[in-house]
T-cell receptor, first 112, second 111 residues
Framework: QQQVKQSPQSLIVQKGGISIINCAYE??????FPWYQQFPGKGPALLIA?????SEKKEGRFTISFNKSAKQFSLHIMDSQPGDSATYFC???????????FGTGTRLTVIP | KAGVTQTPRYLIKTRGQQVTLSCSPI?????VSWYQQTPGQGLQFLFE???????NKGNFPGRFSGRQFSNSRSEMNVSTLELGDSALYLC??????????FGPGTRLTVT
């Protein structure tokens, strides 16, 4: 079954707006939660990642919010730009296992 | 620092053939993981190699295999190709655990 569930499948946001993508997981052994950005014809690029000992991590316009009790985490993209238009994947893994379990992806379109 | 490189970038094979894909990790990275990406199944983990040993394996048939060399370069092999093996095969490298950096992938088309 899908170990990491991601929503929405697609998202359209106006330039300057906030893009929010949500993910949920079941396996409480997961302790590493990265987000990847993928452009057509390219491999996924690591954007930002969080461990469960913090509830939020911010890097530039990208913020991860993490809710351990709800087993959910989300990516917020502030001041969204057309260049942010891409597919975003959340993922999860556990210590000692370098196998990432990916969500199904969110195709983000930022309209100028 | 150079990123992860994968060769070839594109490949067309016929059902029943076998194929070998290559991955060169970022310098200093000892872990190499392989993933398959398809529109239907998304990104799925194939296997991981660390210091020439397979450390983790996903749920793929035995037709999918890999190896890692002493310089950390890795190859994956798919034997007896099926139409459903058409996919983007991605290689990711990391120092040991956690942060994985992906290459551009090899687009395999099986006809």
């Amino acid at each position: 079954q899908q170990q990491v569930k991601q929503s929405p499948q697609s998202l359209i946001v106006q330039k300057g707006g906030i893009s929010i993508i949500n993910c949920a997981y079941e396996n409480t052994a997961f302790d590493y939660f990265p987000w990847y950005q993928q452009f057509p014809g390219k491999g996924p690029a690591l954007l930002i990642a969080i461990r469960p000992d913090v509830s939020e991590k911010k890097e530039g316009r990208f913020t991860i919010s993490f809710n351990k009790s709800a087993k959910q985490f989300s990516l917020h993209i502030m001041d969204s730009q057309p260049g942010d238009s891409a597919t975003y994947f959340c993922a999860a893994s556990r210590t000692g296992a370098n196998n990432l379990f990916f969500g199904t992806g969110t195709r983000l379109t930022v309209i100028p | 620092k150079a990123g992860v490189t994968q060769t070839p970038r594109y490949l067309i094979k016929t059902r029943g053939q076998q194929v070998t894909l290559s991955c060169s990790p970022i310098s200093g990275h000892r872990s190499v993981s392989w993933y398959q990406q398809t529109p239907g199944q998304g990104l799925q983990f194939l296997f991981e190699y660390f210091s020439e040993t397979q450390r983790n394996k996903g749920n793929f048939p035995g037709r999918f295999s890999g190896r890692q060399f002493s310089n950390s370069r890795s190859e994956m092999n798919v034997s007896t190709l099926e139409l459903g093996d058409s996919a983007l095969y991605l290689c990711a490298s990391s120092v040991s655990s956690y942060e994985q950096y992906f290459g551009p992938g090899t687009r395999l088309t099986v006809t």
